[in-house]
Nanobody
Framework: QVQLVESGGGSVQAGGSLRLACVAS????????MGWFRQTPGKEREMVAQFVSAGRLTTYSDSVKGRFTISQDNAQNTMYLQMNSLEPEDSAMYYCAAREKTKAGFCRQTNKYWGRGTQVTVSS
């Protein structure tokens, strides 16, 4: 059983920056493909950024491309999301998630584990 714990959320003014972290425990970190998602009340959870292709490549939603950067430190079992040029529309609960890898090393489609989230609030 993998546990994911997010941190780094908070309140910031538009144009500011935050760095989220997600620490994984209870499993082999390199056996999973990690990603960041966000959700606001009344809306579906959406992908923000994630590792794909066995964790070697990254993909971003169009709304954050060029402003957010996903990274990970395998030695620390930690994934990060650097968020720059934040906008009020970025306000949401941010979750990290983990998808298992197949035996061939590819990322499965469905996220198996989720963290409890960290709140990001951007004021105008």
């Amino acid at each position: 059983q993998v546990q994911l714990v997010e941190s780094g959320g908070g309140s910031v003014q538009a144009g500011g920056s935050l760095r989220l972290a997600c620490v994984a425990s209870g499993g082999s970190y390199t056996g999973y493909c990690m990603g960041w998602f966000r959700q606001t009340p009344g809306k579906e959870r959406e992908m923000v950024a994630q590792f794909v292709s066995a964790g070697r490549l990254t993909t971003y939603s169009d709304s954050v491309k060029g402003r957010f950067t996903i990274s990970q430190d395998n030695a620390q079992n930690t994934m990060y999301l650097q968020m720059n040029s934040l906008e009020p529309e970025d306000s949401a609960m941010y979750y990290c998630a983990a998808r298992e890898k197949t035996k061939a090393g590819f990322c499965r489609q469905t996220n198996k584990y989720w963290g409890r989230g960290t709140q990001v609030t951007v004021s105008s």
